[in-house]
């Protein structure tokens, strides 16, 4: 048998790149390889993962492809979207049928490097099918992370108002925060701002009684209220976990309420805002209840839709 080198072994590899690696024609045909797209193969004990399929697609698709929206996002590591299927963009009026690939085309590209468009650009990609919630989320995360740049997605803006997204991502723009530090606590404070409930300082430092100086994810300063998101990394991280023994022990110390929003709560967004809500009544608060009508309804609709409303009004 045919000894394979260890080049074409350990991941997809091109028709072209296998023959130069002498890798026989017939054997890159036979059983012990299988092939994805068209001219791009891989062994048959190799166990294809996501990074792989995005190698896999780029050897199949033109030089000039690069990985836009969600996927450009996932390649930062961030969870969002669904992972299938890949979204590539070309410049031109390329038809290409890939399987689990969705290649977009543009007359013009957007800023890009040699593999992807720019974060930016990703993000705009994104907010043209995204609802208001989403976009808000990964929005706010991605400039406190400075994977995005709010002037920089300024100038994209208004100098492409044309691209698909454009006008969604400008409409969502005035509500993103580069104050929140993961994607939940940006919708947490969007449930909480939307709702139209008192509006909290956002991982602001605060002394408490004792002299302990803590930075609660949200903080109602009227009512004393620390408001903290309980993702599940707060257990899986040990050194998280005791930290937050630490925070919620100095809490206590020092009389000061404090809430915890687990993530499971946050499946339900009206009994999240309502639990904050009966806690702020606890402290003293009496400004208006949570009203689930109106702006709210609108967290959770598509943002075309919004921006087709706020168009024709």
């Not at 590209?109 to 974060?119: F, G, I, Q, R, T």
């Not at 023994?245 to 009994?271: F, G």
């Amino acid at each position: 048998m045919f000894r394979l080198p260890d080049a074409v072994l350990h991941g997809p590899v091109s028709r072209a790149a296998a023959l130069a690696a002498g890798v026989p024609e017939r054997v890159l045909e036979g059983t012990r390889f299988h092939r994805i797209h068209q001219g791009v193969y891989v062994h048959r004990d190799h166990a294809m993962t996501w990074p792989d399929r995005l190698a896999a697609a780029r050897l199949a698709l033109p030089e000039g492809a690069r990985t836009t929206g969600v996927t450009r996002l996932q390649e930062l590591g961030i969870d969002v979207g669904a992972r299938w299927p890949l979204h590539f963009v070309v410049e031109g009026d390329l038809h290409l049928v890939l399987d689990g690939v969705f290649l977009h085309r543009t007359v013009t590209m957007p800023p890009h490097d040699e593999l992807a468009v720019s974060v930016e650009a990703a993000y705009v990609a994104f907010c043209a099918e995204a609802r208001l919630i989403d976009a808000i989320g990964l929005g706010c995360f991605l400039l406190h992370k400075h994977h995005l740049d709010g002037v920089l997605l300024a100038q994209l803006l208004d100098a492409e108002p044309w691209r698909a997204g454009a006008r969604e991502a400008s409409y969502v723009c005035p509500f993103l925060d580069d104050r929140c530090r993961s994607i939940p606590e940006a919708e947490l404070l969007a449930y909480v701002t939307f709702s139209g409930i008192a509006i909290p300082e956002v991982n602001q430092e605060v002394e408490l009684a004792d002299g302990t100086v803590l930075t609660p994810d949200l903080w109602f300063a009227a009512q004393e209220l620390a408001v903290e998101y309980e993702g599940g990394h707060h257990q899986d991280d040990r050194p998280q976990y005791l930290a937050d023994i630490d925070r919620y022990a100095a809490y206590r110390r020092s009389s000061t309420a404090y809430e915890q929003v687990t993530k499971e709560l946050m499946r339900s967004p009206k009994a999240t805002v309502r639990r904050i809500h009966a806690a702020l009544v606890a402290g003293g608060y009496d400004g208006p209840p949570p009203d689930f009508d109106g702006a709210w309804l609108d967290l959770f609709r598509p943002l075309p839709e919004l921006v087709r409303r706020s168009r024709a009004a």
